[in-house]
């Protein structure tokens, strides 16, 4: 048996540090989520329980945090749809040249290299200045796009690049229309990527704090939310929560994942079926 390099020890020692960076925190929020009543914020652990999770469920004496996720669970779908629905036109649309169409492009992409914070500050200077309310729903949705549009147009961008036509001129030459082409054919196959870009952008939508802050009006999304509890919430109570909306991004993840694995064994089954046809 071949022995492996010492590189090979050294990058794999780099890699479990990196993974332990990452995830330790959460590890320890976790851990710490699990502390007895009389339980603080620091080790070493104060028994063993559920009663901050628990606790969690019943009446704050600061914020509000069920309201403030279902603001950011209902602003986190409404960024979903808008970036998936505007990433596939402008997929579409881009696939042929036209005037400006490079310069539109590095307009649509620019505000990833902007500070978060100086997005955020901007269009709430320009809801108060042209008289509109700034709200979650509004400004704080328009802010959030200009941070998951991006992602969601540089996937679509690549996965048209690489689409193979002759499948819409196949479907042409049976007689579809434009429409048609699109819905039943175009679709389909471009669906798993379709999950990517909804994964995105409720992922980046539900845990974006910075182009938020300054949007989201007199009503909190839930980071704001965990934020401002960190300043009065001396409990593992916010551990508590730490752990419950960690473990919902996850569970999200994981039907994401699930519903493309679906559709790839579905589309399989397909085309295993068409052979036999043939």
Known sequence: MERRPRSFYVLAAFFGLFVLFLYG???TIGILSFQGPQGGLTFPMNGVSLHWFRDLFQEQAVGDIWGAFRRSL???LLVMVTTVVVSVMAGL???KRFAGSAILFYAAITSLVIPSILVSLGVG???N???LRVHWATSGFGSQLTWTLPFGLLIMFAVFNRFDKSY???ARDQGANAWQTIRYVVLPIIAPSLI???LFGFTL?????ARTLLTAGSYNTLPLEIFGMTTNVTTPVIFALGTLTTLFSFGIIAVFVLSAWLMNKRRARQGSDAGKGV
């Open 168 to 170: 819409e001129e196949a």
């Open 129 to 131: 200045q042209l008289g």
């Open 205 to 209: 939508s539900y845990d974006e704090f």
């Open 125 to 127: 200077l320009i809801f």
């Open 74 to 76: 209902g602003l986190g």
């Open 25 to 27: 925190p959460i590890l």
């Open 93 to 95: 649309a881009f696939r």
């Open 196 to 198: 990517g870009v909804a």
